[in-house]
């Protein structure tokens, strides 16, 4: 059983940025590629970025290519997503997920375990 906590998010004007941490209990985290997935009111849940064991080969998104970067620290147990110039339309509920046994994928079915999410609110 993996258990997964998010911080990090709040509310920011456009242009601003946002780093969540998601900490995560497991003593093999390095074996989990991570993910972070968001949703939106009334939208399915959408892929925003994954990372491999290594911290290698991160996949992003289209939507926040260029503007948001994931990274992990296997010393913490702790995935990160910087996420710079915010736009109203990034506001969402972001949650990480662990997946086992699988490489970076952006399929919400492949991960095994998941965070309560953090709410990101961006103003216009």
């Known amino acids: 059983q993996v258990q997964l906590v998010e911080s990090g998010g709040g509310l920011v004007q456009a242009g601003g940025s946002l780093r969540l941490s998601c900490a995560a209990s497991?003593?093999?985290?390095?074996?989990?590629?991570m993910g972070w997935f968001r949703q939106a009111p009334g939208k399915e849940r959408e892929f925003v970025a994954a990372?491999?064991?290594?911290?290698?080969?991160?996949s992003y998104a289209d939507s926040v290519k260029g503007r948001f970067i994931m990274s992990r620290d296997n010393a913490k147990n702790t995935v990160y997503l910087q996420m710079d110039s915010l736009k109203p339309e990034d506001t969402a509920v972001y949650s990480c997920?662990?997946?086992?046994?699988?490489?970076?994928?952006?399929?919400?079915?492949?991960?095994?375990?998941w965070g309560q999410g953090t709410q990101v609110t961006v103003s216009s």
């Open positions: 997920a662990a997946a086992l046994r699988v490489g970076v994928t952006a399929s919400p079915s492949l991960y095994n375990y």
């Open positions: 497991a003593r093999t985290f390095i074996r989990y590629t």
């Open positions: 990372i491999s064991w290594s911290g290698g080969n991160p």
